[in-house]
Nanobody
Framework: QVQLVESGGGSVQAGGSLRLSCAAS????????MGWFRQAPGKEREFVTA???????YYADSVKGRFGISRDNAKNTVYLQMISLKPEDTAVYYC????????????????WGQGTQVTVSS
């Protein structure tokens, strides 16, 4: 497993932007699929976006066109750029990783970070 540490969360007004980072430990980061999930108060954790080892991406419909995932294998880091934020984007955002992922939609996500809070006010 890989250790993951998220950063970059905070409070913004609706329409604002944030960039989350997830730093991963380990020497085989470039082989991992990386994902972002979020959990709002009183709701179940939901998939946001993911990127595989060759850079293919997948997004939840709710964030398409507003969020962008990218990775820097030299820095063992994955990013989540969020623009046009809405109050309904308020949640704890979690980074996830998996080395066995075959398809992003069915990835078992074996490693998780502790999460970073994103709050969007109207």
């Amino acid at each position: 497993q890989v250790q993951l540490v998220e950063s970059g969360g905070g409070s913004v007004q609706a329409g604002g932007s944030l960039r989350l980072s997830c730093a991963a430990s380990g020497r085989t980061f470039n082989r991992y699929a990386m994902g972002w999930f979020r959990q709002a108060p009183g709701k179940e954790r939901e998939f946001v976006t993911a990127i595989n080892w060759i850079g293919s991406t997948y997004y939840a419909d709710s964030v398409k066109g507003r969020f962008g995932i990218s990775r820097d294998n030299a820095k063992n880091t994955v990013y989540l750029q969020m623009i046009s934020l809405k109050p309904e984007d308020t949640a704890v955002y979690y980074c996830a990783a998996d080395e066995t992922c075959i398809a992003l939609v069915t990835c078992p996500w074996g490693s998780w970070g502790q999460g970073t809070q994103v709050t969007v006010s109207s």
